[in-house]
């Protein structure tokens, strides 16, 4: 063996070419591309290749659920039912445009899957989930896509799964997974189809409602009865009926014994203060509250009981009547609290110790105001900490009872109302024995009763509305008593009302009707009350007279106060107009005599008249509305001068104020003729015209 001198191994130092790094200066040679092989040597590879093993046939029908494994080549697709299926439209997958993808309907995750798209609103997709209840959400997460399916997450499993590769190269399912991406694009391009959805107007809850044709709607949470038929919850005609927790059904049958005899006889063991006609009312309204969602017009009733006038029973009776989850109860509700509690049904709505509050408060103005919109079934909107809107409608029927009514009511409540009033008991009435079951039964075939003879109910209505007009009772009191009539009617008799039988009672509730009337007043008679009844002091001595009583004294009306201004004035023509000049300054005048005066009030939002108007709705501007409603009252064809101001405004006749031209009682007819003022005059007496 011959010595060779060994290698430096720091020659690199002086050749950098020996470096195993790059260097800046000696850049490193690519690599030679490799010879393709010859046309002969790919032929010969071929040659020399094993023979592929044979693939045996698949049973038709049958995909890859038994557990058999794929080979490499057979690409897994994402959703079930789809794989391998060629699309329509742009891309294999289809959907291109407007166009499902192959295999899947229009609107729908998969076939017969049960869950429903319904729709989109904003940021919201809707579903109606594997119970078919109403359902909300924003993400597709993996979780909530599992609440959706709940029951049926194998079918979710199977229409989306996932795959592993397994050891011989193949593919297999992944047991109980689901592939999360494909489901969520799938189902988002499933609800848009659906288009825009407002729940608002197609979601009807647990209640009584009517269809397209007028039919009844008889929504129980797990089933819906359309005109009579049961049907599964959910897209029924062009509503939506989610399912919710059931409210009591009705009887199967009406042909148990009819239980109105017995209802009236109940009623009937309460001191009402009109013992004739109240019970048959309350009756009425026990069966609005049952169809309340159906009806064009439901009335707002306010039971008025004192101490021991049985009160608290006739709530219990009620519940038991329509059952623990047929009616909303509550001693101390708030509006919202309401709101939360109906979501889109139409259940009736009992409150009890509705009471006057704290004059601050505005629970009670809040909850008289929803009752008046659920009347005529309106919408009501409030705004949310986003900054974004929400609302509903109301189909409920309210029921207030208390001791006292609020005085937060304004006329538009008072026309919605019906009053029924009790008295205490009387001494050693004994106390009623209501048996649950019994009671329920007797709900359960009322309810039926009402619905069996829904077809009735345009005739009869119309029926009893024309004998309340014939009787003198029209507008909202025809609404009102008509509705309740007509109810009772149904839940009474098969077959519609003679017309005299109708009449008579028609006749009776007259009375009732006219006395609600007289606390009705409309909103002009309510600015009249309201700025007659100011006090005005303008020389701050503490002598307390209405504006009715200024008013009085600058027409010159026999009886009016004469210690308004100085005692000390010549004539009573002088001390109207000095009246008349303090009135100015609170854009008020009064021109003309006796029966022909006329009360000037100003449109421009003078100080002083618009503090007399503080804290209502009037308050602003807006009494000249309600003038120009006031029977008689004339727009002025000129500006009037008060205190120095021009303006426009309205004059209103004497005899439109109510008990302006007959206060007081004791006027004198041979007292002097008033003053006349022209037209033009201004508030300092300048032009004055000559006395009579």
């Known amino acids: 063996m011959t010595d060779q001198p060994s290698e430096d191994p720091m020659a690199w ?6 470096s195993l790094a790059p260097s800046a200066r000696t850049p490193r040679k690519k690599p030679a591309r490799p010879k393709p092989p010859s046309e002969d040597e790919l032929r010969k590879a071929l040659k020399d290749a094993p023979e592929a093993a044979k693939v045996k046939p698949k049973a038709k029908g049958k995909g890859h659920d038994d557990g058999t494994k794929r080979r490499t080549g057979d690409a897994p697709g994402s959703s079930g039912d789809d794989r391998g299926a060629k699309g ?31 729709g989109v609103n904003g940021d919201l997709c809707f579903y109606l989930d594997v119970l078919g209840q109403l359902r909300s959400i924003k993400k597709h997460e993996a979780q909530m896509i599992q609440s959706l399916f709940g029951r049926d997450i194998p079918r979710l499993c199977h229409a989306f799964p996932q795959w592993r590769q397994t050891p011989s190269g193949g593919f297999e399912r992944v047991p109980n997974r689901f592939d999360q991406t494909s489901a969520s694009l799938v189902m988002f391009q499933a609800v848009s189809e659906c288009g825009v959805f407002n729940p608002d107007n197609a979601v009807r809850g647990v209640g009584a409602w009517t269809d397209d044709e007028g039919a009844l709607v008889y929504h129980m949470g797990d089933q819906v009865l359309v005109d009579g038929k049961a049907h599964k919850p959910g897209r029924v005609g062009s509503r939506i009926y989610p399912a919710a927790a059931p409210i009591p059904h009705p009887a199967p049958t009406a042909e148990a014994p009819d239980p109105v005899p017995e209802l ?20 009425g309204m026990i069966c609005v509250q049952m169809l309340c969602g159906a009806l064009d017009w439901r009335p707002v009733f306010w039971l008025l009981a004192p101490a021991a006038s049985g009160k608290s029973e006739f709530q ?19 509006e919202r ?11 009736p709505v009992s409150l009890d110790e509705l009471e006057p509050g704290d004059e601050r408060s505005t629970k009670e103005r809040d909850i008289i105001k929803l009752a008046r919109v659920a009347a005529s079934g309106g919408e009501w909107f409030r705004g949310s900490a986003d900054q974004s809107s929400v609302g509903g409608k109301v189909y409920s029927s309210f029921l207030f009872s208390s001791i006292l009514i609020p005085g937060v009511m304004k006329s538009q409540d008072v026309q919605r109302l019906i009053r ?3 008295k205490p008991l009387k001494e050693g009435a004994a106390k009623l024995a209501l048996v649950p079951k019994d009671w329920r039964s007797r709900g359960a075939i009322l309810k039926r009763l009402l619905i069996d003879r829904w077809h009735s109910w345009p005739a009869r209505m119309a029926v009893w509305r024309h004998a309340l007009e014939k009787a003198g009772v029209r507008g909202r009191d025809a609404d009102n008593w008509g509705t309740v009539l007509a109810m009772a009617d149904m839940a009474s008799h098969d077959e519609l009302p003679n017309e005299d039988d109708a009449a ?36 701050r001595k503490g002598e307390l007279h209405t504006i009715a009583q200024w008013v009085q004294a600058a027409a010159g009306l026999p009886g009016a106060p004469t210690n308004l201004v100085d005692e000390a004035t010549a004539t009573d023509r002088e001390r109207c107009e000095k009246v008349n000049a303090k009135l100015a300054k609170f854009g008020l005048r009064v021109y003309g005599t006796k029966d022909k005066a006329q009360l000037f009030i100003a449109n421009k939002k ?11 709705e009037w308050h602003g501007g807006v009494w000249q509305q309600s003038t120009s409603r006031i029977p008689g009252a004339e727009p002025v064809p000129q500006p009037r001068t008060l205190a120095g101001i021009q303006t426009r405004g309205y004059l209103v006749p004497f005899a439109s104020i109510p008990g302006l031209m007959s206060f007081p009682m004791d006027r004198d007819d041979r007292a002097p003729t008033t003053p006349q003022t022209s037209p033009g005059a201004a508030d300092d007496g300048s032009s004055i015209d000559e006395w009579g």
């Open 264 to 283: 009236l006889r109940v009623l009937r063991t309460w001191n009402w203060t009109n013992p004739e006609i109240h019970p048959t009312v309350a009756l």
């Open 337 to 347: 609290g309401i709101t939360s509690k109906l979501k889109h049904s139409s259940l």
């Open 606 to 616: 003078i100080p002083a008249l618009n503090e007399l108007f503080k804290g209502t």
């Open 504 to 539: 008579e009672l028609a006749h009776k509730v007259s009375f009732l009707a006219a006395a609600g009337r007289e606390e009705t007043m409309n909103d002009s008679e309510a600015l009249l009350l309201h700025l007659m009844g100011q006090i005005l002091d303008p020389y």
């Open 316 to 334: 219990k009776l009620l519940k038991l009547i329509h059952g623990d989850d047929g009616l909303v109860q509550s001693n101390d509700a708030t």
């Open 13 to 18: 130092l002086d050749d950098p070419s020996l």
């Open 88 to 118: 329509k439209g742009r891309g294999s997958s289809g959907g291109g445009g407007d166009r499902p993808p192959a295999g899947r309907a229009r609107g729908e995750i998969f076939e017969n899957c049960p869950v429903t798209p319904l």
């Open 420 to 422: 029924l009033e009790m």
